[in-house]
């Protein structure tokens, strides 16, 4: 892994990955969590993938070594981050369109860059505040469609959503300054792994009904592998490859492509509605986003990296 350079290809497969591969783990999720439990879901997820990182660690001769600090770190980040963030949002999804919850989740920045000036004091840049401002406005014109929020469990759906944002947010604060595994892969093998184990736990203590996948449907099971070896270890791997070797300016445009990805998904497989409204509301949402993610320093993508983020 210390010898691993940039390799074009590489590149290109990895945006790949992060535009459409992890855009359409909305779909997959929505379609899992139709049959399972939600807890259950996000649980086996990243036991599977972080067990799985763990011996790909070990045959690539990494060292899965880590310090109790280390591992404390990894455990609050991958609660903040999978636990709770990933969890609660696959149970948002029994009440929300898959690509609602992705254009709603985009918002992310516009609540990084709130709670840096709340709890760090931050000043907000000028092209920031026109970010906010468009961001807010495509919020509001997202949140307030009749025809959405009078369906069944969509306020409540929305308001996990967010509560989920505030998670990862602050999550994104967290791990700029925590001392983590330096290693990528390792990193988030131990996010992911320790985050399994929380959400099976979760999932006993709230009575989850759990099956076994010869119980699961074929979409189901198709949707759970690709969950769990295209939707967590090759897009973090490649999410993480391209942290290293490209600006995060270029990594940051999945925040624009994956709702555009997840929604036109959740249309054509599974009828999404797509209203006028909500289209006005992406643009002016993605446009708030890419104000905000002008700036140099991106906390957003410190998630899983470990790296210390520029001042």
Known sequence: MAKLQRNTVLVVLSFFAIYFIWG???????????????????????????????????ILGLSLGITKTQFKNTFIAGFLFLTFGNGVVVWALKFVDSGFAALEVSAQPLVVLLMMRVLQGKKIQPMSVIGVILGITGIFLLVGQKQIITQEGAVLGMFLIFICMLSWSYGSLFVGKADLPQNFFVNTGYQMLTSGFSLIIISFLLGENWSWPSQWSIPVLWSMLLLIIFGSIVTFTAFNYLLRFVSPEKVATSSYVNPIIAMVLGWYFLNEQITLQSIVASILLLTGVYFINSKKSLTIFSRFSGKKIPK
């Open 24 to 58: 359409s783990t909305y779909l997959w999720n929505k379609i899992a969590v139709t049959e399972l439990p939600a807890f259950m879901l996000a649980g086996i997820r990243f036991l599977t993938a972080g067990s799985l990182i763990f011996i790909i660690s070990k």
